[in-house]
Structure formats: structure tokens, C-alpha cells
């Protein structure tokens, strides 16, 4: 893969639209910090949580106790979905992302509750759906038992982008 390359234009946006989603605004932070930071060709976002259109959060609790694995592969889809949002915003356009390099995902889970990579699997399976080849990442999984907001998950990237001139 050619490492300045972008994707074709107009992918993303066709591929959301082909799974029945389309690309949100880049959320603001909660609190005092940035949602993402830009190093050279690389972008880190924060933690990205799984907002509903109302601005409130679509997925609280603990997966595994008030939220099934199924809700907690929603939430990290979700989350995954407003961090490609920021990935983009700090490209400028969603056609100036080259690749997905590695997702953190942060678990809000019951105790005992083992299927963690299933749950984050939602942030994976968008990105591959989406960015196909260019979404290829390695993934970190933790858990924590309690999660700020109770949200169920935070979803962190790290991108490559084209360089800005």
C-alpha cells in the first residue's frame, strides 16, 4: 500500500451510506482536553464515546449486565463511528485518510464477562467495511469497571492522513 496515498473520493460516505449510516459531526470534548492531536501525518484521537443523535448517550452500563454483547457491538460501532468523524475533521475530508493504523477500545463490563473481542469487533467490522484494506488495524482491548458518563465503551485511533501543505 502506498503510504501517501488517500482513499478514492467519495468511499467513505458511499460505504456508510451502503451499511444505512452516514458520517456525524466530530463530536466536542466533555471536558478540558482536545478530541484529537495531529503529529506529522498521524492523528490520535481521544476517547470516543457512543452518542445518540439527541446529543445524549445511546449506550450506558456495564455489557454483560444492563447491556448485552450485541448492544456492546452497537456502542463500539457507534463510538468507532464519531472517531472516524474526527479522523476525518482532522484531515480536513474523509478522502485525506491514507489508513487506520490501531484501535484502542475501553470496555465498560460486568464481572466475568469474557467476549470483549466480539463487543469491540463493532468498531473493527466498521472500519474494514468502510476504509476495506486502509481500515487493516492492530487493536488494544481493556476493561474498567466503571467508565466516565457510564458509557459503555470509548473508542481511541490512531490514523495516518496526507500531509497538510
Same mark, same amino acid.
Given at each position: 500500500m502506498n503510504?501517501?496515498?488517500?482513499?478514492s473520493p467519495g468511499t467513505?460516505?458511499?460505504?456508510?451510506?451502503?451499511?444505512? $449510516?452516514?458520517l456525524p459531526e466530530a463530536p466536542p470534548? @466533555? #471536558?478540558d482536553y482536545e478530541p484529537f492531536s495531529i503529529v506529522g501525518t498521524m492523528v490520535y484521537t481521544s476517547g470516543q464515546l457512543p452518542w445518540a443523535?439527541?446529543?445524549?448517550?445511546?449506550?450506558?452500563g456495564k455489557i454483560g449486565q444492563e447491556l448485552t454483547l450485541e448492544q456492546g457491538y452497537a456502542a463500539c460501532q457507534l463510538s468507532a463511528l464519531f472517531g472516524l468523524a474526527q479522523v476525518a475533521k482532522a484531515a480536513g475530508s474523509p478522502d485525506r485518510i491514507v489508513? $487506520?493504523?490501531?484501535?484502542?477500545?475501553?470496555?465498560? @463490563? #460486568?464481572?466475568?464477562?469474557?467476549?470483549t473481542p466480539r463487543v469491540l469487533d463493532g468498531a473493527s467490522h466498521l472500519f474494514n467495511r468502510v476504509l476495506g484494506d486502509r481500515g487493516r488495524h492492530s487493536r488494544v482491548i481493556a476493561t474498567n469497571p466503571e467508565l466516565p458518563l457510564d458509557c459503555a465503551c470509548l473508542v481511541y485511533l490512531w490514523a495516518e492522513i496526507l500531509p497538510c501543505h
Open positions: 503510504h501517501l496515498s488517500a482513499i467513505v460516505e458511499r460505504e456508510l451510506a451502503a451499511l444505512g $449510516l452516514t470534548a @466533555v #471536558a443523535p439527541d446529543g445524549r448517550l445511546a449506550y450506558r489508513r $487506520l493504523v490501531r484501535v484502542e477500545g475501553v470496555l465498560n @463490563v #460486568a464481572p466475568g464477562f469474557i467476549e
